[in-house]
């Protein structure tokens, strides 16, 4: 995460009984939490993702990386045989063999995939701490023909690989609102609500009481003033003063006209 969230990163090595370690990898500005030892693992990490299962992708990678912890366990990784059965497993997960692995293990084969969860029980507590580490709240602003010569619009996305587009359908039902977009070209798919009145009728109102944590709540609270200027129709006052105020916020992501006229060719909206 980012530097900025570093008390967020030491609430949850606190959360994890303070084992392993936090750090700012190649001095530059993000902060991450680690755990390395294969009895911290054994003892704390697994028995957590194996009471709260993971939802996404990462429900396969993590019974991956349970089986190599288990060959860790067995003293196999201190054969040659132990080693090639890693590799093989790591070659399933996240984004596969570096070219040095492929190269020094080349008979190395993919182990057959876990299967992700195709049936998900979305819970308030768990969709408010995934979107603190996966939304996004945009401003949108862009040129207009209008007095101001501006127009403002909002967006809230959680994008995520092709591979979690079912997680994603779901958050549809979960929120009574929004839609999914697939990407041609790429390999992510993204979860958007964009009507003023969706927003402030079901996203507000979640995030208000189910609280994003970090400094993306400021973010959000940006967010809502936006909602609020908008549903309101403050910012269309010849005074000018709501569109001053919505400017000036610098806390939540502001998206540029090209942008969204970009991104607006692939959207299909609510």
């Not at 390395?36 to 693992?41: A, M, N, P, Q």
């Not at 507000?204 to 809502?224: A, E, Q, V």
Request: hydrophobic share 35%; charged share 25%.
């Amino acid at each position: 995460m980012h530097e900025r969230d570093r008390d967020l990163i030491l609430k949850i090595q606190e959360y994890f009984g303070g084992i392993g370690y936090v750090s700012s990898p190649n001095k530059n500005s993000t902060v991450e939490f680690r755990v390395s030892t294969v009895k911290d693992i054994t003892n704390v990490i697994i028995p957590q993702f194996d009471n709260y299962p993971l939802l996404t992708k990462k429900y396969s990678d993590y019974g991956f990386f349970k089986e190599i912890i288990k060959l860790m366990l067995e003293k196999e990784h201190s054969t040659l045989e132990g080693i090639q059965k890693i590799v093989n497993i790591k070659s399933s997960m996240n984004w596969g063999l570096s070219i040095v692995l492929k190269e020094a293990f080349p008979l190395s084969t993919p182990v057959k995939v876990n299967s992700s969860r195709d049936i998900v029980t979305l819970t308030k507590e768990w969709m408010a701490g995934f979107a603190t580490g996966e939304s996004n709240f945009f401003i949108v602003v862009q040129n207009s023909k209008t007095k101001s010569g501006i127009a403002t619009s909002l967006r809230f996305s959680i994008a995520q690989d092709m591979r979690d587009l079912f997680l994603l359908e779901s958050f549809v039902d979960f929120f009574g609102c929004g839609y999914v977009v697939k990407y041609k070209n790429r390999t992510v798919c993204e979860f958007l609500v964009t009507k003023i009145d969706n927003i402030v009728n079901h996203i507000i109102p979640f995030f208000d009481k189910d609280n994003i944590r970090g400094s993306k709540y400021s973010n959000y609270l940006d967010f809502k003033s936006v909602a609020l200027i908008i549903k309101n129709k403050e910012h269309l006052k010849e005074d000018g003063v709501a569109l001053k105020k919505i400017l000036s916020l610098k806390g939540a992501s502001r998206i540029t006209e090209e942008y969204h006229n970009k991104a607006k060719n692939n959207h299909r909206y609510e």
